[in-house]
């Protein structure tokens, strides 16, 4: 068994629920069931990892692996995330009913320091063939992408190695600045990052 | 930077509540009109903020942002109350009535989230331990704390006119400047020398940022 399982359970669940919500927001603004459906998935799977948790840091503070104190710590920053990922779970709710979404919602999401945006990737874009670690986009740019569709497949939360290709269309958080630096880049309107 | 409406409280000079805070606030539990449009952004951005505050109080074992937490938290409880009223206010018809539920699960949700990050905050009251870096440190964004130099040329600008965020993809969260706290700081906002900054991102941006704010880079790119 890996040393410090527990813990990076709690790093999942922590870093799930983030994503959550940043899913959860950009469903509202696209209208996109897509999205919200992958935000239900994403809160079953972050209710398996909190019910793993709490049976490995038990495990963990009776081999006496983990101090009960430290177990605590993981215990309830777990479930922080567990509470954050059912908020994101409501948000994405509203979306999934079959009730015309109110145009406030957008409005306000649109209004806010931190913008959402989607953009696809023109076969002139210099961001195609490459990953988002070579790219460094979230560093220089400011965007950080939150999901992709790559043909009809979805891949949320991607990482540094995940490669852009052309055609993907990619959803993004950021400042408003940036967003409008992401969409150059990706039209293949600037060759500059 | 499109104006802020009158009521919000970002981006401004405050002293860190102390026992003062829960008094005035409820005290202002009365209703005022505002637009359920204004009442939202607050809200959502509000939910986004107070999560990253939240961890940061345990990260970096500071009472202070806690403090700011439970605050933002109680602001929210208005807020929500608010929202409410707004709506209720607001419907004529089924259709209405429809609609203005899911602004109200949305507004709830956000409620939610600051609950969580209440939560998280409680865990000051025991130690902080070094399990929670371990667990921060894992993460792509992260979260740092650095002092601007006077010598940094990011002195007396405001946050807007460096574009830290596009440039490094860091995000400014909260900036001490002696005995005050700005939380959520604008892009009208200065950075003075000695300010320290919380910021949100990734190291290769960290990197840059904390260069720059040390006086060793001329200029961000």
Redesign the interface.
Known sequence: MKK?KA??L??EI??KS?LM?DL??SS?IYDNRIIAEEVYDLENLIDELYQDLQRETLEEVKNRKLLV??A???M??A???E??A???Q??A??VL?D????P??K???R????VFTRVQVDEKSILCGKTLGEL?L???????VIAMRHGNRWLYGP??KTRIDPGDVLFAR??E??EK?LIELARGETREI | M?EKKHHSI?GILQRAPKDKWKKEEFSELEYEPVS???L??EM??I??LI?DL?YSAVLFNNEEIAEEVKFLEVRMDKLNYDIRMMAMLAARTKEDA??????L??A???E??S???G??V??LE??T?P??S??FQ????KLFRVQVSSTSKACNQRIGDL?V???????IIAVRRGDYWIY?P?SDTTITADDWLIVR??E??YE?LSKFLKGKLKVLE
Not at chain 1, 111 to 114: A, C, L, R
């Open positions: 410090d813990e990076s709690v790093f922590k870093d983030e919500i959860a927001y509202l104190d430290d605590l710590t993981l309830k920053l479930q922080a995330g509470q954050i059912d908020a994101a409501e948000i709710d509203v009913r009730v015309e979404l109110h406030v919602l409005d306000s999401i209004e806010s320091d931190i460094k979230a560093s220089e740019t400011g965007m950080m990482t540094g950021g400042p600045d940036g630096h | 499109k970002f359920v449009k204004d939202l952004t959502k951005d939910s986004e999560i939240a429809e609609q203005l539920a899911g602004i699960q949305v709830e949700a956000a939610s989230i609950n969580a990050a939560d998280i409680k865990m025991g130690k331990r399990i929670l371990r667990i894992k993460a792509d964004e574009k965020e596009s440039e490094t993809g860091m995000r959520n604008r991102g990734t290769e941006g840059d």
